[in-house]
């Protein structure tokens, strides 16, 4: 059975960082481009990042460039976001998602349950 | 970028009503559109890929159309089950969400 578990999220005060984990199990994890994708309070799904299966290439949303990097560590099947500068528009649940086929045709066939990311003073 | 733009962004119908969203993208995307269901407290649930495509598991009253730059959502007999929130994705892009009501 395929398992995205995030872990990592919590309340940290603004200009501060964290550091979110995804551990995949039930699929080859090398094998999969992953995915992170945050939803704000009541809000809808917005991108953030995303990395392919090796880890080489890695892609942000405007939003997060410069402040945010998505890493992955095949060896212990889990997928990571380090989230630095961090600000109160950061305040989200961050899921992980696993991409299916990469590119303009994807689609996200698995998420996580989602942890809790609060940014406040 | 590509922008989504789904409408309506909020609807209330009857248990057994059919139910159509609507998902229009800012430029050409073939068929590469997608729809998730989202309820309260949970991640969200692939439903259809391709436009078309049920995803395996998923009740065939559920079904998706469309090409190019306009695309449809149904759900043929609403049951209590289906209240959630609907957005429809291509690549990184999702739309802004249906949120869906039993009247």
């Known amino acids: 059975e395929v398992q995205l578990v995030e872990s990592g999220g919590g309340l940290v005060q603004p200009g501060g960082s964290l550091r979110l984990s995804c551990a995949a199990s039930g699929f080859t994890f090398s094998s999969y481009w992953m995915h992170w994708v945050r939803q704000a309070p009541g809000k809808g799904l917005v991108w953030v990042s995303r990395i392919n299966s090796d880890g080489s290439s890695t892609s942000y949303a405007d939003s997060v460039k410069g402040r945010f990097t998505i890493s992955r560590d095949n060896a212990k099947n889990t997928l990571y976001l380090q989230m630095n500068s961090l600000r109160a528009e950061d305040t989200a649940v961050y899921y992980c998602?696993?991409?299916?086929?990469?590119?303009?045709?994807?689609?996200?066939?698995?998420w996580g349950q989602g942890t809790l990311v609060t940014v406040s003073s | 970028d590509i922008q989504m733009t789904q409408s309506p962004s909020s609807l209330s119908a009857s248990v057994g009503d059919r139910v159509t969203i609507t998902c229009q993208a800012s430029?050409?995307?073939?068929?590469?559109l997608n729809w998730y269901q989202q309820k309260p407290g949970k991640a969200p649930k692939l439903l259809i890929y391709?436009?078309?495509n049920l995803e395996t598991g998923v009740p065939s009253r559920f079904s998706g159309s469309g090409s190019g730059t306009d695309f449809t959502f149904t759900i043929s007999s609403l049951q209590p089950e289906d209240i959630a929130t609907y957005y429809c994705q291509q690549y990184v892009f999702f739309g802004q969400g249906t949120r869906l009501e039993i009247k």
């Open positions: 998602a696993r991409d299916v086929r990469q590119w303009l045709a994807t689609y996200f066939d698995y």
């Open positions: 430029q050409d995307i073939s068929n590469y």
């Open positions: 391709d436009a078309s």
